[in-house]
């Protein structure tokens, strides 16, 4: 098991459109913990990454959701390309990572 802190807005908001949700874990005022291995996590990363897309008006703190991963796990913000802890740059789309 693999939690990973992000922030609640996107979550509720999935949660709320009634699609498959991960489990959480740990809630604090901001933030849910959630499993990256969890059935539902790529599902709610799919999601987020639809919305932070820029043909999207509202992100719903799509953005913040996948940045939040990338942190964490060393997932790309915009492509989802896993890098290597070492990598400052995306290996697939050459973006800086934070």
Not at 7 to 27: G, N, Q, S, V, W
Not at 53 to 67: N, T, Y
Request: glycine fraction near 4%; charged fraction near 25%; proline fraction near 6%.
């Amino acid at each position: 098991m693999s939690l990973v802190r992000v922030p609640k807005r996107f979550i509720t908001d999935h949660d709320e459109r009634a699609l498959p949700t991960p489990t959480i874990h740990k809630a604090t005022t901001r933030h849910f913990w959630i499993d990256s291995a969890d059935p539902h996590f790529l599902g709610l990363l799919s999601d987020a990454e639809y919305y932070a897309s820029d043909a999207q008006d509202h992100d719903f703190g799509a953005r913040a959701l996948i940045c939040a991963i990338d942190q964490q796990l060393g997932w790309c913000c915009t492509c989802l390309t896993v890098n290597g802890p070492a990598d400052t740059r995306c290996v697939n789309c050459n973006k800086r990572r934070p």
